[in-house]
C-alpha cells in the first residue's frame, strides 16, 4: 500500500503560479513511476504530467508543456508539481498517483487507468 496526501493547491489570477507536492508513505516511493491527473467540474479525468522512478524520464499533457514541471525527491518521498502561467482551463482538482511500474512509457503512465494509487485531490482554481 502506498499513501499519497496533496497539498499546495488554492486560488491564483490567471498568470500565476503554484506548487503542488504529495507526500507519499507505505511502500518505497522510490520503486514507483507517479503521476499528477486532474479533473474538472462535469469533465473526465485527465492526465497532467508523470515522472519515472529515477526522475531522468518526465512526460507532459500538451496543454500543459512549457509551464508544468513535475519533479521528485525520493530521498523525501515526496513528489512536486511546479504550474506557472496559469489559465482558467487549469482549473480542477489536482491528483497525484502511483503506477505499479518503475518505469513506463507515455502510453502507460498516461492512463489513469494504469494507477495504482491515488491521493485525496487538491482544489486548482485559476480566476480571469
Known amino acids: 500500500q502506498v499513501q499519497l496526501v496533496e497539498s499546495g493547491g488554492g486560488l491564483v489570477q490567471s498568470g500565476g503560479s503554484l506548487r503542488l507536492s504529495c507526500a507519499a508513505s507505505?511502500?518505497?516511493?522510490?520503486?514507483?513511476?507517479m503521476g499528477w491527473f486532474r479533473q474538472a467540474p462535469v469533465k473526465e479525468r485527465e492526465f497532467v504530467a508523470a515522472?519515472?522512478?529515477?526522475?531522468?524520464?518526465?512526460y507532459y499533457a500538451d496543454s500543459v508543456k512549457g509551464r508544468f514541471t513535475i519533479s521528485r525527491d525520493n530521498a523525501k518521498n515526496m513528489l512536486y508539481l511546479q504550474m506557472n502561467s496559469l489559465k482558467p482551463e487549469d482549473t480542477a482538482v489536482y491528483y497525484c498517483?502511483?503506477?505499479?511500474?518503475?518505469?513506463?512509457?507515455?502510453?502507460?503512465?498516461?492512463?489513469?487507468?494504469?494507477?495504482?494509487?491515488w491521493g485525496q485531490g487538491t482544489q486548482v482554481t485559476v480566476s480571469s
Open positions: 515522472i519515472n522512478w529515477s526522475g531522468l524520464s518526465k
Open positions: 498517483a502511483a503506477s505499479g511500474w518503475p518505469i513506463a512509457t507515455m502510453d502507460i503512465l498516461g492512463n489513469h487507468a494504469k494507477y495504482a494509487y
Open positions: 507505505g511502500r518505497t516511493f522510490s520503486a514507483y513511476a
